[in-house]
């Protein structure tokens, strides 16, 4: 199951690019113990908008129609995966499959996408593979995703530094401007707390909002 991408993925006003002025999402900024001073100087900032935007491009360009979409694949020195698409919210069983044939060697290679400069989930210097998503924070089915299969990967290959797991996103327009407003604050606790916090702050507001655009 997965969510299709359609049109643009941000949502352009007169005063700036997206609002992030949601207090909800700065309560979870300060519950995670984020600087919310910096954080907020950040949203203030408003400089995220062109990166959410390259992700989207990237993701598209490496097959990406909808979300949760994957690559899945092998790691190479350049930050390049190659490896196999995975799309929509598949059970641990499938990521399980792809992951032990890229590590075995016995993996296609039929897409591929760089890592770029996204938050890294595990350790680089040893992981073989990586697990690169494209995700929407408004997606119901990327939220079904990160309830039910994400900590399984993470336990199983992640935190034993067989693979790495990268964010990259693809907020679609029909659940703007919550998903942009969640995508731009996600980066900007990175910005200021570093990957660990952003994949903290991820697992929190995916378990918390309502989705399709409704936000918390």
């Known amino acids: 199951i997965l969510y299709s991408f359609s049109g643009n993925s941000l949502i352009k006003n007169n005063n700036s690019d997206v609002a992030t002025g949601d207090g909800k999402i700065e309560g979870i900024v300060e519950e995670i113990d984020v600087d919310v001073d910096k ?74 996408v760089n890592i ?23 997606c119901p089915y990327c939220q079904k995703f990160h309830d039910e299969t994400y900590d399984q990967i993470v336990s199983e290959y992640i935190d034993n530094d067989k693979a790495i797991y990268v964010y990259r996103d693809f907020p679609l327009d029909f659940h703007n401007p919550k998903a942009t407003e969640a995508a731009v604050a ?25 989705s399709n655009g409704e936000g918390l």
Not at 123 to 138: C, G, L, P
Not at 197 to 202: G, L, R, V, W
């Open 39 to 112: 954080y907020t100087e950040c949203i203030a900032d408003n400089s995220y908008e062109d990166e959410i935007e390259k992700d989207t491009s990237d993701g598209q360009a490496s097959g990406i129609t909808g979300t949760p979409g994957f690559i899945v694949g092998k790691l190479g020195s350049d930050g390049k995966v190659e490896g196999v698409l995975i799309s929509g919210a598949q059970p641990f069983s499938a990521f399980k499959e792809a992951l032990d044939k890229q590590l075995d060697g016995s993996g296609e290679k039929t897409a591929n």
């Open 116 to 138: 770029d400069d996204d938050p890294i989930l595990g350790n680089k210097d040893k992981a073989k593979v990586a697990i690169v998503e494209f995700s929407d924070f408004e």
């Open 186 to 210: 996600a980066n900007c606790v990175r910005e200021v707390a570093g990957d660990e916090k952003f994949y903290e702050f991820s697992k929190i507001y995916y378990s918390r909002t309502n």
